[in-house]
Structures are given as C-alpha cells and as structure tokens.
C-alpha cells in the first residue's frame, strides 16, 4: 500500500502559478497527476519515472513540470500559466509495475483543489 497526500492547492488568477506537493509513504517506479474537473472524466496530466523521463498531456505541455524527490519520498507539479480550464480537482497518483505512462494507476490521494479564475 503506498499513502499520497496532496498540498499546495488554491486559487489563482489565469496567468498564475501553483506549485502542488504530494507526501508518499514510498514512491514506486511511476508516480503521477491526474485532474477532475465537474462533470468530467478524471484525466492525466503528468507522469515521471524513477529515471525521470516524464510524459505530458498536450494541454498542459510547455506549462506545467512534474518533478520527483526519491530521498524525500515526494511527487511534485510546478503549474506555471494557469488558465480557467485547468480548474480541477488534482490527484498524486501510483502506479504498481515497472511501465510508465498515462495509464491505469493503483494508488491514489484525496485531491487538493485548484481553481483558475479569468
């Protein structure tokens, strides 16, 4: 069981920063950020490996990094450029395996909420 607890969340105007942390209780090989906004699918955002190749989705491309602390035991998402639509609910993710991507993930923490005002 791997235990991910999100913090950094907040509101900002489009054109702001935030900076989102996760605690884990042990990172695993492919860590990453998902979001959920109001009736929508949840959706990935960003994932790393433990060797730090990372992959993004084209929304958030050029805008957001993800960032990872092995010795910390901590997952990070720098969002630079905020826009209205990135508003949502971002969750730190895990997953079990040794493949990497936005794909189906095993644990998950309780989300912090981010909302982008225009």
């Known amino acids: 069981q791997v235990q991910l607890v999100e913090s950094g969340g907040g509101s900002v105007q489009a054109g702001g920063s935030l900076r989102l942390s996760c605690a884990a209780s042990g990172l695993t090989y492919c860590m990453g950020w998902f979001r959920q906004a109001p009736g929508k699918e949840r959706e990935g955002v960003a994932v790393?490996?433990?060797?730090?190749?990372?992959q993004y989705a084209n929304s958030v491309k050029g805008r957001f990094t993800i960032s990872r602390d092995n010795a910390k035991n901590a997952l990070y998402l720098q969002m630079n450029n905020l826009k209205p639509e990135d508003t949502a609910m971002y969750y730190c993710a895990a997953r079990s395996g040794d493949v990497c991507g936005l794909l189906t993930f095993d644990y998950w923490g309780q989300g912090t909420q981010v909302t982008v005002s225009s």
């Open positions: 790393i490996s433990s060797y730090g190749t990372t």
